[in-house]
């Protein structure tokens, strides 16, 4: 991999469970990311899914800084954002930018798309002097693709893929380095969720960002991402290339995700094997002893239940060179080719087009 731009090192947020409503006691803690590590490279996409509630906003606030971490580093080219003065961290900042879900709820209604984008500006005046303002918004919108003169208009008189794209003209107010997308497509009618990938893809080349892309569409999630982690009760479980984790999962959890996408082609969809996990995910104030996704594993054994697995290539790929040697947290890690060759789950389709529903549970 190239030089990362961004290194995230046993990442930790536990929420504090109390008791009691003078004298609160900690009764326990709600593990909502439990040691994460990941590597983003300048220019790549690393893709992050898993079901809901395993921990993926959480990543993603902090990286942001809307979190404050409970442990772990957040390494910006090398420097430790955990660690820096407010004032050190307010200029660090300016080069990682968010682009939320809900493009409804992130846009304050009463304010114009012109105060929106530009609003950035206000705590960062040095990136635009007053004077330099109006032009620079009109820029953004010109750049997402939207009518520079709509800049006074306000958010209920634009579209949802519309309000989206002055999502990322404010994600961009700043020219950041990183973008981190969560679900950035999620709320979005089918029809427009292309769209705004094409756009995300556009805008990457353009200024050279780097994307944390945030995702339970598995199809766009291949789509955009060079690399892809998948989550699991605060962890990262699995993590490879695109073709790696698609073609070549090589841990339970990543097969049993896989063999729910759908299959548009009926003869390859009769060769396929679907995985049905069973039993609920496990609440992240009580995660099972050892590996885990034990409790939901079709391959559990007891050595599960007392070792926490490693996220490594697993020892049986090490002297290989198959794709199938790269990083799983499984102790009987073992290549599964879940999803039949030749079915559009390549991700080559249209993203967010009429197959691409692989939405996780
Ligand atoms: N402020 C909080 N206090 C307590 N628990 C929280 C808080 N924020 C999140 N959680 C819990 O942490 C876990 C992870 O939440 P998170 O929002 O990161 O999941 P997610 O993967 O983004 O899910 P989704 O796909 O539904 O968006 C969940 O169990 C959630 O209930
Ligand atoms: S370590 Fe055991 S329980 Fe965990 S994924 Fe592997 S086989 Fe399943
Ligand atoms: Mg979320």
């Known amino acids: 991999m190239d ?3 961004l290194q995230v090192r046993g990442l930790v947020k536990h929420y504090p469970l109390t ?3 003078l004298f609160k006691k900690q009764v326990g803690a709600v593990k909502a990311v439990d040691g994460v590590d990941f590597e983003l490279a300048a220019g790549e996409t690393l893709g992050i899914v898993g079901e809901s509630g395993c921990g993926k906003s959480t990543v993603a606030k902090m990286l942001v800084n809307l979190e404050k971490p409970t442990a772990g580093a957040i390494l910006y080219k090398g420097e430790d954002l955990t660690t820096l003065s407010p004032r050190a961290l307010k200029s660090v900042r300016r080069n990682i930018q968010m682009v939320f879900q809900d493009p409804y709820t992130s846009l304050n209604p009463r304010m114009t798309v012109g105060d929106i984008i530009g609003e950035p500006y206000e705590i960062h005046p040095e990136v635009a002097p007053k004077g330099d303002r109006r032009r620079k918004v009109q820029d953004l919108l010109d750049v997402v693709g939207l009518n520079p003169e709509y800049i006074n208009r306000y958010p209920h008189q634009f579209s949802g893929g519309q309000r989206q794209r002055i999502g990322i003209a404010r994600g961009l107010a700043l020219r950041p380095e990183i973008i981190v997308a969560d679900e950035p497509v999620s709320a979005l009618d089918v029809s427009v969720q292309a769209q705004v990938v094409n756009l995300l893809e556009r805008l990457q080349t353009e200024f050279g960002l780097s994307y944390v892309f945030i995702a339970h569409d598995l199809s766009i999630v291949r789509h955009i991402s060079d690399r892809v982690g998948v989550m ?6 699995e993590t490879g290339t695109d073709a790696e984790i698609y073609d070549h999962p090589t841990h339970p959890y990543t097969q049993a995700l896989l063999s729910a996408v759908p299959v548009p082609d009926p ?3 009769a060769h396929r094997e679907r995985i049905i996990l069973t039993g609920d995910v496990p609440s992240p104030a009580n995660i099972p002893s050892g590996c885990r996704f034990r409790t939901r594993c079709w391959k559990a054994q007891e050595r599960c239940a007392l070792e926490v697995p490693l996220l490594a290539v697993p020892a049986v790929f ?3 060179d198959s794709p199938a040697r790269h990083d799983s947290a499984c102790h009987f890690a073992e ?4 999803v039949p060759s030749g079915t559009g789950s390549e991700g080559t389709e249209r993203p967010g087009g009429p197959d691409s529903g692989s939405h996780l549970p």
């Open 232 to 237: 699991y009760l605060g962890r990262i479980v």
């Open 318 to 320: 090490r002297d290989t």
């Open 267 to 269: 003869a390859a969809r």
């Open 19 to 21: 008791r009691g409503v």
């Open 3 to 5: 030089e990362a731009i």
């Open 335 to 338: 290549e599964k080719h879940v």
